[in-house]
């Protein structure tokens, strides 16, 4: 079956520094990925998405680049902010199925 | 403004009692979903429904319920059944299931707690 794999946190960072948060995936069929946020007691925000093989998703300075070669969507971000603290979900669809969704990877950026 | 509405925020239950989760959303679309979350488990899928008076099972149905009745509200209730049903349920939409590579929009959460 589908799966995602994220890496564990917590990741913290200080505020301006480079941020990479890895996900790789396993898929029957030809997925589409997504990177969801979620700030803390709230519900998951779509933060970005890719359809297909190399297309890069971009919102709000964050970006990733659906890599069919290595099974990859990795979340990346050149200057972190405080405002940026909060848990990354990397997710997939195949066919006509719900999201999978990875075990989240919490965020910390301080000042 | 288009959305999905979760409620309540918070819900106490004594165990041994059913309890519904409400959720409902106007932005017209035709498929739903019920996912479940747990401390360093990401999100699980419950039940899912592509269309009124339809819906399937996902990986953990096991002591949960759900009817759709009307394409706005997708009811979720816990029954005495499940086990551990204390967590943060999280209901969602998307436009249509047959819409490939189309993303799902989620509510608030209701975070149940079961004493």
């Known amino acids: 079956g589908d799966s995602v794999t994220q890496m564990e946190g917590p990741v913290t960072l200080s505020e301006e520094a480079f941020l990479t948060i890895n996900c790789t995936y396993t898929?029957?069929?030809?997925?589409?990925l997504f990177w969801y946020v979620q700030y803390p007691g709230e519900g998951l925000q779509l933060l970005l998405k890719?359809?297909?093989?190399?297309d890069k998703g971009s919102n709000k300075g964050f970006e990733a680049t659906y890599r069919k070669e290595t099974t990859s969507f990795h979340l990346e971000k050149g200057s972190v902010q405080v405002s940026d603290s909060a848990v990354y979900f990397c997710?997939?669809?195949?066919?006509?199925?719900?999201?999978?969704f990875g075990s989240g990877t919490r965020l910390q950026v301080q000042p | 403004d288009g959305g999905i509405t979760q409620s309540p925020k918070y819900l106490f239950r004594k165990e041994g009692q059913n309890v519904t989760l409400s959720c409902e959303q106007n932005?017209?679309?035709?498929?739903m979903y019920w996912y479940r979350q747990d401390p360093g488990q990401g999100l699980r899928l419950i039940y899912y429904?592509?269309?009124?008076?339809?819906?399937q099972k996902g990986d953990i149905a096991e002591g949960y319920s759900v009817s759709r009745e009307k394409k706005e509200s997708f009811p979720l209730t816990v029954t005495s059944a499940q086990k551990n049903p204390t967590a943060f349920y999280l209901c969602?939409?998307?436009?249509?299931?047959?819409?490939?590579?189309?993303?799902?929009?989620f509510g608030q959460g209701t975070r149940l707690t079961v004493v």
């Open positions: 429904s592509q269309i009124v008076n339809d819906f």
């Open positions: 890719a359809t297909k093989a190399d």
């Open positions: 932005l017209n679309h035709d498929a």
């Open positions: 969602a939409s998307s436009i249509d299931l047959r819409e490939l590579n189309t993303e799902a929009f």
């Open positions: 997710a997939l669809r195949t066919g006509r199925r719900a999201l999978t």
């Open positions: 898929a029957t069929g030809y997925p589409s």
